[in-house]
């Protein structure tokens, strides 16, 4: 196979690598796989942590290297790079969609978000079960360190709400 | 010169292991579900900061050094943790002041960090401000609502700064590995910090006060022993265990 077309390969087989904890979302649409490299036999995977503490990293990394073995490849390298920093933005709008579906409210804009003052209000989040705008935040902090608690006015439907980050 | 960056990363690395590891004690005890949550949340900032650390570390001591062995395999003497970090939960408020003054610090030196020549420490605080920034505005608010609060909460929070305070001056004494970046230029923006948050907190910032120094040095109070026993535990007594 020329270089290219491996390459191209290689990324459709990332395309099936999902997120343990969000298993909704596929690596590629949370956009953590930065690049491919191919060293003659070796392959090397550049990823970049969501969060610093995410525990579900050390099993992306494995899962990469397994979905690349069982589709013929063997030298295998995944290397994680912490600079330039990934932030929400860098999620694809497919992701975004998908995450709704889920039941999860896809990140914000990040522009519109990120108000540091104490006890600013929280940022209006849309209800993935009914989309209305009539939420409110009851935790900052929630079932994973990307997320945080989130309750609809409306329906009712306490959901996560993946944060601006 | 290396010896040095391998004291400093480490230092780094065990600030915020020993920090993660004391508020992951609240897990399960926390007041409400909520802040049960917040707090081991923040636990798992610091963990995942203090594994970029020890990475870090590892690669600069080479041989058979790993991110677990710095953690689990080294002794008291050796940890360079601050001594903030390693006292006890006491209560809520007493958890949430150690929180702030060790996350408004913080912040102010990844500020720094993020912006030092050195590559792989400027990218670890790139990546760990945003989380820390979370960090000071939570500890921020709960040492506002607890000092500006109920009788009961504002004479916890006296009982708190009584308890703490003397370990902050060693924040700002540079240990002499610790030359990357200046935290005794931190001193004066972080007390202003402070002034501002206490002062809604209707909480007095203590004028002078004995400061205890060491931790960086190796020389800790008597809280470490018993962390590192727990934290240390399955290790030694099955070296090389694993999940």
Known sequence: MSSTIEEKAIWSILETVTDPEVPVLTITDLGIVRDVKINGEEIEIIITPTYTGCPAMDMIAMNIKMALLENGFHQIKVTSVLSPVWTTDWMTENGKQKLKAYGIAPPNPKQQVCNNDLFAPAEAVQCPQCNSYHTHRISEFGSTACKSLYQCDDCKEPFDYFKCH | ?243
């Open chain 2, 1 to 243: 010169m290396k010896e040095a960056l391998i004291n400093y990363t480490l230092h780094l690395a065990d600030t915020t292991l020993i920090l993660a590891q004391r508020n992951s004690e609240w897990c399960g005890h926390g007041p409400i579900l909520e802040q049960d949550i917040a707090i081991t949340n923040i636990s798992l900032d610091l963990l995942g900061q203090s594994r970029n650390f020890y990475q870090y570390a590892a690669t600069l001591i080479g041989g058979d050094a790993t991110e677990d062995s710095l953690a689990y395999l080294r002794k008291e003497r050796e940890f360079k943790n601050l001594l903030l970090a390693e006292q006890p939960n006491g209560n809520w408020g007493q958890t949430i002041l150690r929180q702030y003054l060790y996350s408004q610090f913080q912040y102010l030196l990844f500020e720094k960090l993020q912006q030092c020549n050195n590559e792989q420490l400027a990218a670890i605080a790139a990546k760990s401000i945003k989380e820390t920034t979370y960090h000071v505005r939570w500890s921020s608010e709960w040492v506002i609502r607890l000092g500006d609060g109920t009788e009961e909460s504002h004479t916890r929070m006296l009982k708190a700064i009584d308890e703490l305070w003397r370990y902050t001056g060693e924040m700002f004494v540079p240990a002499v590995y610790e030359t990357i970046v200046d935290v005794s230029a931190l001193k004066n923006v972080w007390l202003q910090k402070v002034n501002i948050i206490f002062t809604e907190a209707t909480l007095p910032v203590p004028e002078k006060a004995f400061m205890q120094t060491g931790g960086k040095e190796g020389k800790h109070t008597e809280q470490l022993g018993y962390i590192l026993t727990e934290l240390q535990y399955m290790q030694r007594a099955y070296p090389g265990a694993q999940w």
